[in-house]
Structure formats: C-alpha cells, structure tokens
C-alpha cells in the first residue's frame, strides 16, 4: 500500500520526514499543526524552504476541504493525486485516532502568486468528490464554502486559532478565489480532451472553450482557463511534442491560437468594463497577458492596449486594503 494513503498514514503512531512512495519530490511527517494541539499529517514538497513553510502559514489563505468522518479516508485518497498533480506545496490530513473532534480536516496552505494552480486543483477535486459519492462534512461558521466540499479563509498573522476571528476574512483583504460554480466546465473541457468517441477534439474543444470564455464575467476565471489548457494533458492542442512548453508560436494550433485570442480579446474587454479592479485581478491579467514569447523587447499589443488604459484613468487598481471583492 503507498504510504500516503489514509489507511497506511492513520496506523502510524508517528512519521517522521517520510518520502512519499510515488511522489518522492514530497515529504511526510506527523507534526503539531501551527494553531492546533496534535493530531496532523503534514506534506511538504521539496520546492519549498522551511522559511516559506512557516510563512504561508499566517497572514495568508487557506482552503478547507470538509467531507464526513466516515468518508475521510476514501475522499483523501482522491484528493492527494490532484493536490500532487498541481505540485500543491503545503497541506495537511487530520489524523481521527488522534484527534476525533477536529474540524479543519483537510487543510491546504496557498503560496501567494499560484492561486490559480489551487482553483484548478479545487475545481477537480470538488467533481471527483461528487462522482465518488462522497458525503459533504460540516464547515466552521468561520469558512466560506466556495464548492460543495471547499471553503476558504484568511488567517491574519494576530490571530490563532484560540481566538479565531468571527469573519473568514477579518482583514477584508482582496479575495482570490470564486464560487467554483463558475468553473463547473473545466471539468467538461477535461472530458472532451480525455475522450475517445470525439471526432477532431482540438476543434471541437476550440469551440467549446471560445463559445464558454465570452460568457465569463470573472478575471479570475479567465486566468484559470489560461493555466487549465497548459495542463500536460491539453498537450493535445500543441502541434508537436517538442513545443510542449511554448504556448505561442511554433507550438501553437489554430485552435489553440483561437483560444488564446480569446482569452486576451474578454480580459480587455473585462478590464474597460469593470474600470476599478483588485490588484488580484491586475495580476491575473499581467499573467495572461505577459507570458508569451516575446522575441523583441516591445511589450505585446494586447498588453499595451491594458497599460493604456490605466493611464488614460480608464481603469483603476484598487489599492490592498481597499479591495473587499474581486472581479
């Protein structure tokens, strides 16, 4: 049995910095969790410094994943494939032999700049859940519930869980994350490109993907549309292996190209409609609208057209503190 399994991971009285057997870039170890007594199962990836690792841990993100006691093992050993999937960094499995009445049992810490690789992996485990039948648990009051089994909250560097605070965001700091109802197609993106009955899939998704990005109303939704068609398994949009890693370019089908044109055209149009937008949601538009393969130094057009925008007082970023919401 591997050893991240629930089963194999519940009947160790202690694990002390363990490889992970088929995952060997993570490291398992039972430690105290930063705010709670005993109890957790901590997995590290190797990418990450200790420093990092106590950081992201306040005054940041978290995302809770709550399904029922009873169906705690099976739902994990759904979940940590898709959280390896992503190279999630930093997350944690409660331990219920050693500590049966904690709430927070599935824990995932966000490193700040990749939100969008943890709306991905959310938008898959909250389908996977579902398809397995798992029964939803019981969120605390100071959680928002962003899918049927996840919810997110930021936990302020003054506060413990001790004296948690009455809000899920007591900072009211800019949110990241979306009701995952809005992503609801990613999962029917990931079907069509894994199907094996679709005639001309690269066309058939293009259209799909095209008819589904004029309709988003989200920034951030745009931004995880981008990162979802980077996916190895959209390898299939790519004319030629080799170009795997070259979104633009050589590498780039007309269907993909389309995709991509799409994506580009709704975020401006996105951006000059909303005019006052979150710094998260500037930084998901610089994402998109920056990593291309630029052989000049001149800033592509689409990028141009943003930046002018901003100066023509068009649009306005809304400073950290200022942004109670997110477009």
Known sequence: MENW???????????SNQKVSDQPHYTIKSASALYAAS?????????????????????????????????????????????AKYDCELFQIVNLK?????????????VPGQEYK????????????????????IPTKTDKMIGVYSAVRFIPAKETIAGLANSYNPDNIPEVFYPLSQSDFFQE???????????????????FL????????????LQDIYHLIKMPEFDYLRKKKKF??????????????????????????????????????????????VDRKI???????????????????IIKIIGTREASTYH
């Open 5 to 15: 399994r629930y089963a194999s991971l519940s009947g160790n009285e202690t694990i």
């Open 39 to 83: 109890g957790f199962i901590v997995f590290r990836h190797d990418s990450l410094s200790l420093g990092t690792e106590t950081e992201i841990q306040v005054n940041n993100w978290a995302i809770d994943i709550y399904v029922s006691q009873t169906d705690l093992a099976a739902a994990w050993d759904s979940i940590f494939p898709i959280l």
């Open 98 to 110: 050693k500590n049966p009445a904690e709430k927070h049992q599935i824990t995932i810490f966000v």
């Open 118 to 137: 943890y709306r991905l992996a959310l938008s898959e485990i909250d389908y996977v859940l579902k398809h397995h039948h798992i029964h939803p648990g």
């Open 189 to 207: 993106a990931r079907l069509i490109i894994s199907s094996s009955e679709i005639k001309n899939k690269r066309k058939f998704l293009k259209k």
């Open 210 to 221: 095209v008819g589904k990005i004029a309709a988003v109303t989200n920034i951030l939704v």
């Open 244 to 289: 795997r890693f070259i979104p633009f370019g050589k590498g780039e089908t007309l269907a993909l190209r389309a995709i991509n044109k799409a994506l580009r055209k709704r975020l401006l149009v996105l951006a000059k409609n909303i005019k006052f937008i979150s710094i998260a949601a500037d930084q998901a538009i610089r994402d998109v609208l």
């Open 295 to 313: 052989r000049k130094s001149v800033a592509p057009r689409s990028l141009r057209k943003y930046l002018r925008l901003q100066k023509k007082g």
